[in-house]
């Protein structure tokens, strides 16, 4: 198992390194480079599952040994990596292959799969590493990645300012994750996850300690995974390509937050941490739905929701119930990487059109990837048998059964909410008629063996991956799972979402002419911006941005830097031209002069010796 471990930390950049260089020789190169290459990560992570027994995988390296300071490295991988690694590098391989079409005309492809794999590189030494060190690079490299793709059209302004905007939210809460690596080894003498959750259950650390430590990686993983409220970057994101869009909100970088939190499960339940992970992803869930429902752009509609499912997924652990988290974690992975893979079909076959209003009736040109998308959109909604209705009626259970009221109130708005705004993604892009002439002309037709095989393998899963779902669960958490229940909640669940499905189609199949009615209402309106904006938190932080940190904080520091410093420097000569001029007054060549100086100096040396002995 140790080749699959080796070949997992090193075939991701050698990979990068050769698609990149092979790819300038000849463009298809670098495709067929990280095809093979993602494959044979994948079979990695299948042989690691298949030959796993119940001991944990742990190698521990010394990464900077110097003195007495002694920083590891190590590798540890239990069931719960190994769930991630099949995810990370399942996805990633299926999403590679779908690029073969959809980034085929791009001239660039050789940067974009060495980007591909450097990134899903940077997910795997995450989801590895045994210590926080090796999984702070690993979060970096993922960091970096997602700058450098999210980017990748760098000649348009919106990508560049977009991957910009990403790389700076990231940053702000790696900050706080580096606080936590500081604080853990100074005074808790280790950085070893495994080993903190085992202090954590023996009661060895001090508790204020770890709650502030378990808060800074809390910190770091809101910006990672998008929560209130450093989201916004995740919106813009969408200025990536398409496929980049499903890698990051599928398979990778967005669920590295919700994993650093669950492998420090026992850390974060010893402090009490959960309570407000708990609260900040139910509000976060809350706001991405509500956001989603306004939304024009298909994938602008599908990253709001990623932030409302990556919030359920927190909420889950945040109640207690690791379980509930991954399996929903597992499931959202699985269901959004559909839909953004076949929204990237919509947008191909469009014409690169976005605009949901633009589209319509596409159904008949493209009726399997409107039935893969169908898949992916009921089991995102959580309707049975598809997998996401099993571990989304997990998650609002367990917070029903351990959650607080605010809990349990938005993150139920935000499961509900799922089936309106997906059902009205699917209906404006598949049903009634073209809105728009390159819609209703010559579409490209996806091929089957890159694009519809993807969509189809992705849409079996969320299937009947549900067939699985409690085995998943015991795989993960092993079998002292207790399953929350809460009487007739599922009914209830199931029945709201019936109605709010039924209204949804009757608006948006049927009552056109009412919705507009409905939204030319002032009142509506002003609730439409508030919503579409995604309740102005970005424009909130670019105001505190400019204003308080540019505006204030930064021109108080250029202040004291012109008024203080430097006339400290510049007021240098002039004191030292005074203490020239006063020893120069002594040098006057008179013996007499330097006879009394003598004197006096005699005379302070014994005063300051009978002071310190009458002191004695």
């Not at 000649?155 to 977009?162: L, P, Q, R, T």
């Not at 024009?296 to 945040?318: C, D, N, P, Q």
């Not at 519809?452 to 067939?467: D, E, K, V, Y």
């Amino acid at each position: 198992m140790n080749n699959a471990v080796m070949t997992l930390l090193i075939a991701p950049y050698v990979g990068a390194v050769l698609a990149y260089i092979l790819g300038k020789a000849k463009r298809e190169l670098a495709f067929w480079v990280a095809e093979v290459v993602g494959f044979v990560l994948f079979l990695a992570s299948a042989v690691l599952f298949l030959k796993y027994s119940d001991t944990p995988i742990d190698i521990t390296y010394t990464w900077i040994h110097f003195g007495n300071l002694e920083l590891p490295f190590g590798i540890y991988i239990d069931h719960l990596s190994i769930v991630m690694l099949l995810v990370a590098t399942g996805l990633g391989f299926l999403d590679i292959h779908f690029a073969h079409d959809y980034m085929g005309e791009d001239p660039d492809q050789p940067r974009y799969y060495a980007k591909v794999l450097f990134f899903i590189g940077g997910m795997i030494l995450l989801v590895i590493t045994k210590d926080l060190i090796g999984a702070f690079v690993g979060w970096e490299f993922m960091g970096l990645a997602s700058y450098l793709l999210i980017s990748f059209w760098y000649f348009k302004k919106s990508a560049a300012d977009a991957g910009m905007q990403a790389f700076l939210y990231t940053r702000f809460g790696d900050i706080f994750i580096l606080a936590a690596i500081a604080l853990l080894f100074f005074y808790a003498g280790t950085v070893d996850l495994v080993k903190l959750n085992e202090m954590a259950n023996a009661g060895e650390l001090d508790k204020t300690l770890a709650l502030v430590a378990a808060l800074f990686i809390f910190m770091g993983a809101i910006g990672k995974s998008g929560q209130f409220p450093l989201y916004p970057w995740l919106m813009n994101a969408m200025e990536g390509p398409t496929t980049v869009s499903a890698l990051i909100h599928g398979a990778t970088m967005v669920n590295s937050g919700i994993y650093i939190v669950a492998r420090l499960f026992d850390f974060f339940s010893y402090t009490d941490a959960l309570y407000i992970v708990a609260n900040v992803a139910a509000l976060s869930a809350f706001i991405g739905a509500t956001s989603a429902l306004v939304q024009k752009e298909i994938k602008k509609i599908l990253a709001y929701s990623t932030m409302s499912h990556l919030s359920i997924a927190f909420v889950g652990l945040g109640v207690g119930s690791l379980a509930a988290g991954m399996l929903h974690l597992v499931n959202h992975a699985i269901f959004k990487a559909l839909l953004f893979l076949s929204a990237g079909a919509v947008i191909y076959i469009a014409h690169h059109q976005k605009d949901a209003w633009k589209l319509g009736g596409l159904i008949k040109t493209a009726p399997f990837v409107a039935l893969f998308m169908a898949m992916g959109s009921l089991s995102l909604a959580g309707v049975p048998p598809f997998s996401g209705y099993f571990s989304k009626e997990m998650v609002v259970a367990a917070a029903w059964e351990w959650g607080n009221g605010f809990t349990k109130t938005f993150v139920t708005i935000a499961a509900l909410l799922s089936i309106a705004y997906i059902t009205r993604l699917w209906i404006l892009i598949f049903l009634g008629e073209p809105r728009h002439e390159e819609v209703g002309g010559s579409v490209h037709k996806p091929s089957n063996i890159w694009m519809r095989l993807p969509l189809g393998i992705l849409a079996f899963l969320t299937l009947f991956i549900s067939i699985w779902q409690m085995d998943i669960v015991h795989y993960i958490v092993g079998e002292e799972f207790i399953e929350p229940h809460v009487a007739g909640l599922g009914a209830f669940m199931l029945t709201c979402m019936l109605i709010i499905f039924l209204i949804v189609v009757g608006l948006y199949v049927k009552g056109l002419n009412l919705l507009y009615k409905i939204a030319s209402h002032h009142f509506v309106q002003t609730i439409h911006q508030i919503l579409y904006n995604g309740y102005y938190v970005e424009a909130m932080i670019t105001w505190i941005s400019k204003n308080i940190i540019v505006g204030a904080v930064a021109k108080a520091a250029r202040w004291f830097d012109t008024y203080v410093i430097d006339y400290i420097v510049n007021k240098t000569l002039d004191f030292t031209y005074m203490v020239y001029k006063v020893f120069r007054a002594g040098h006057s060549g008179k013996i007499g002069t330097y006879m009394g100086q003598f004197v006096l100096g005699v005379a302070i040396i014994v005063i300051a010796i009978l002071i310190i002995v009458k002191g004695l």
